[in-house]
């Protein structure tokens, strides 16, 4: 599949991969169990008893096989619930990326065209800084994409010792760049880092004064995750 979008789209998603993949974790366990109801007018998303102010994100068509973003449904434009997914369509004419600013996305020619919807809806949160997103059909061959626009949603945080596993995972996502993967992390969480070598290792500085190391073997893929303890 990745082979059908292009190289910024798929270096920007890379950025969000670790971090998005925790949040939605995250928000899966936040989420009760239960039937949902949305009210677009009001923003409002209702699942198991609990309401959440939300953004519509975009629809998959199944039967179309295509994307479209919620900013460039016709019948949502310029209203309140496209308003925080609008940041994307400028983000992606800001950065050169076609797959975030055309209206409709053709996914027919991907082996998966859920999956690549999925990655879109993936990458537009990462973009919008949402705490996840998501996905619940909306008809027969329709699926709605929602992104939380609420406070009371909690973040993932930052734990030194599931690090290397969120890394891990986030890195086999997608499989485009490790390296990315790795350098979005640390800037979502604002943690300063350097590129030694030849991009051999990725440092960052914890909030607790150690440091963390990524390394990468000659394939670009991680090859191992350490945390320095720095005696004081």
Do not use: K
């Not at 670790?18 to 995250?26: K, N, S």
């Not at 016709?74 to 992606?92: D, M, S």
Request: proline share 6%.
């Amino acid at each position: 599949m990745t082979n059908r979008f292009s190289d910024a789209f798929l270096l920007e998603a890379e950025r969000h991969a670790a971090w998005g993949a925790a949040q939605l974790e995250v928000l899966t366990s936040f989420l009760p169990d239960g039937p949902w109801t949305a009210e677009l007018s009001s923003c409002t998303y209702e699942q198991g008893g609990l309401e959440l102010r939300v953004a519509v994100l975009g629809t998959y068509d199944m039967d179309e096989r295509s994307w479209m973003w919620g900013w460039a449904n016709p019948g949502w434009r310029g209203a309140e619930v496209v308003a925080l997914t609008e940041t994307v369509e400028r983000y992606g004419r800001a950065h050169g990326i076609p797959e975030l600013t055309d209206g409709l996305v053709d996914l027919s020619g991907f082996d998966d065209p859920h999956r690549a919807a999925e990655m879109l809806a993936f990458t537009g949160m990462g973009v919008a800084g949402a705490p996840g997103y998501l996905g619940q059909m909306a008809g027969p061959a329709t699926r709605v994409y929602f992104l939380p626009d609420d406070p009371r949603v909690p973040r993932a945080g930052l734990d030194p010792v599931t690090l290397p596993r969120v890394l891990l995972t986030g890195a086999g996502l997608i499989g485009h760049s490790a390296p990315q993967v790795v350098r979005g992390f640390f800037e979502h969480h604002g943690l300063p880092y350097r590129v030694e070598g030849q991009g051999e290792r990725i440092v960052a500085g914890l909030p607790d004064g150690n440091a963390v190391e990524v390394g990468f073997d000659g394939l670009g893929r991680i090859s191992g995750v350490g945390v320095d303890r720095i005696s004081r």
